[in-house]
């Protein structure tokens, strides 16, 4: 029988190998990425408020301006684990796609097993990352809670109440008449509640078909797409998910699809049903993640990563094998002030 793997062939494997999923919150908002040795993590914040050059004399020194501090923000990431067996039992049955009378020993189909389990590892905490970033540019922080966790704890980007709006009786778009209302403004209207310019609009199948029922908003809709380089290197293979309907103006619309089961098994969506996400291409958000709280990983000098794989045996009778992915994952949207959401009905 084959021996385990070690933690850095396993990695390697990942690395090689390449329902409605993908990743568009993460690579669109999330692009940066930073590990640390600590449990916690430091994001020290400098405010961009450098005044603007006094006039004066050559002939006069110049004022003193002050230099200006910064905020260090502390946090906890959260952390998540996903873990199978691999059995004896599960090596001697033919593997799917092999040959009805087997063409694979025992020991090729436990590596083969051991593969898909850490495929199946690493698309469980992508899943989780996804939804953690999701819910950071909905809501602007991120909830930590399961029923393994005592006290649950939030991960709090500060953004503001006033950039999430939510129409409600008469306003909502649904209650108002589509031959004659126009949708732009309200559009306009929220952008200015940004700290920087909305080129971007974000939206789920049910909003996008809401808007399409306006005359006004289909009148000045374009459709006929250029391409636009940040965005093109946003949105690379993630065709499944993701549709480029056109331009309002100078404003990409993107309409997002993606999907996840959850822990009872149930397909959930991650974007959310009639909300409206105004945005910039070049938002700053990163995926911070802590120390691996392992002691193998710590021997191993892995501890300061975004992953750790491992593959073990336990027991002698009979003896069980074991594959496990970790991660200590934290996304936190540095410019959290430059997005608006907006529930757009219900």
């Not at 469980?124 to 809670?145: F, Q």
């Not at 704890?153 to 031959?179: C, F, K, Q």
């Not at 078909?209 to 690379?236: H, I, V, W």
Request: with cysteine; charged share 30%.
């Amino acid at each position: 029988m084959p021996d385990n793997f070690t933690t850095r062939e396993l990695l390697g494997a990942i690395h090689e190998a390449g329902i409605r999923r993908d990743n568009f919150f993460q690579r669109f908002f999330f692009r940066e990425s930073y590990t640390f040795s600590t449990e916690k993590v430091d994001l020290d914040m400098v405010p961009n408020k450098t005044k603007i050059a006094v006039f004066c004399s050559p002939m006069i020194g110049a004022a003193v301006d002050r230099n200006q501090g910064y905020k260090t923000t502390s946090f906890k990431p959260a952390y998540v684990k996903s873990k199978h067996a691999v059995t004896a039992n599960q090596a001697i049955k033919r593997r799917p796609g092999e040959k009805y009378f087997g063409e694979m020993s025992a020991g090729d189909r436990q590596d083969a097993i051991v593969m898909q389990n850490l495929d199946m590892e690493e698309q469980a905490i992508r899943d989780r990352e996804e939804l953690m970033c999701s819910e950071m540019v909905y809501d602007g922080k991120t909830i930590i809670e399961s029923e393994f966790i005592e006290t649950p704890y939030e991960i709090d980007a500060g953004r503001r109440a006033g950039n999430n709006v939510a129409l409600v009786g008469a306003a909502m778009w649904s209650n108002v008449d589509p031959e004659t209302y126009d949708i732009e403004a309200d559009i306009e209207a929220w952008a200015q509640l940004s700290d920087g310019l909305t080129n971007v609009l974000i939206c789920d199948p049910k909003t996008w078909a809401l808007m399409r029922s306006f005359k006004k908003f289909n009148d000045k809709l374009e459709t006929r797409r250029g391409s636009t380089s940040e965005l093109e290197t946003s949105l690379k293979d993630l065709g499944k998910t993701v549709s480029v309907k056109g331009q309002l103006g100078d404003v990409t619309i993107i309409v997002v699809n993606e999907e996840y089961i959850d822990r009872a098994g149930v397909t959930q969506k991650v974007q959310r049903d009639y909300h409206l996400i105004l945005a910039n291409a070049s938002i700053r958000g990163a995926r911070l993640y802590g120390q691996i709280q392992d002691l193998s990983a710590q021997k191993e000098g892995v501890d300061e990563a975004e992953r750790y794989v491992k593959d073990w045996t336990e027991g002698g009778d009979p003896e069980v094998r074991y594959t496990k992915t970790e991660s200590a994952p934290a996304m936190y949207l540095i410019d959290v002030n430059y997005v608006v959401v907006v529930q757009v009905a219900a």
